[in-house]
């Protein structure tokens, strides 16, 4: 158990739709990041937050958001949702930007 | 950006043997890491090595920063050791990319 935790778990959803992964980091962890796996692209690097600022972007689309909170637990926002959003949503967490990040056990997210 | 390429993408071992993989990346990193993600999809940390070498029981692996590649060891290799090892570089900006890993197979 590397600490940080996701939920959900599993969540299905229709296209259209909205939906919104929570992630709490590890405990004393600033750093917060995003990452999508799916088969046909594999891990990319979604955002990363920093003790509430966003840190560095990476992949991720306009439909896409996310926010880091003063109690440090972060929220990513998918709106519109596409057959193409179905994949593995991981959340990391880290002490500060660059050391060494810890991997929640993700977000598995089917769009039907 | 920064390329991070792995290799071999595919290995299938047979139970006792050792294997060495390996990670190249385009431009300096801050940061490195190993990750293995087992069959039922966790990403469990398996060495932060910007530079030198670090041991951790079967497994070693070793960072030349100056030439651009890591190196993951694994000897005497187990069925749990299936699954799929990635490396992950972190450079300027904090961007971190990710390898397209190497997909392991351990057979009985």
């Known amino acids: 158990d590397s600490g940080v935790t996701q939920t959900p778990k599993h969540l299905i959803t229709a296209t259209g739709q909205r939906v919104t992964l929570r992630c709490s980091p590890r405990?004393?962890?600033?750093?917060v990041y995003w990452y999508q796996q799916s088969l046909d692209q594999g891990l990319q690097f979604l955002i990363q937050?920093?003790?509430?600022?966003?840190?560095a972007k990476g992949n991720i689309l306009e439909r896409f958001s996310a926010q880091q909170f003063p109690d440090l637990h972060s929220e990513l926002n998918l709106s519109s949702l596409e057959l193409g959003d179905s994949a593995l949503y991981f959340c990391?967490?880290?002490?500060?930007?660059?050391?060494?990040?810890?991997f929640g056990p993700g977000t598995r997210l089917t769009v039907l | 950006g920064i390329q991070v390429e792995q290799s071999p993408p595919d290995l299938i071992l047979q139970e006792g043997a050792n294997s060495t993989l390996r990670c190249n990346f385009s431009d300096s990193v801050n940061n490195l890491q190993w990750f293995h993600q087992n069959p039922w999809g966790q990403l469990i940390n398996l060495f932060y090595i910007p530079s030198g070498t670090k041991q951790n029981g079967r497994l070693s692996a070793t960072t030349v920063a100056t030439e651009r590649y890591s190196l993951l060891y694994i000897s005497s290799s187990q069925t749990t050791d299936s699954g799929v090892y990635f490396c992950?570089?972190?450079?300027?900006?904090?961007?971190?990319?990710f390898g397209a890993g190497t997909r392991l197979f351990v057979k009985a």
């Open positions: 405990s004393g962890d600033l750093s």
């Open positions: 990391a967490s880290s002490v500060v930007s660059g050391s060494e990040q810890f």
């Open positions: 992950a570089v972190v450079a300027g900006g904090f961007k971190t990319i």
């Open positions: 937050y920093y003790n509430g600022e966003e840190r």
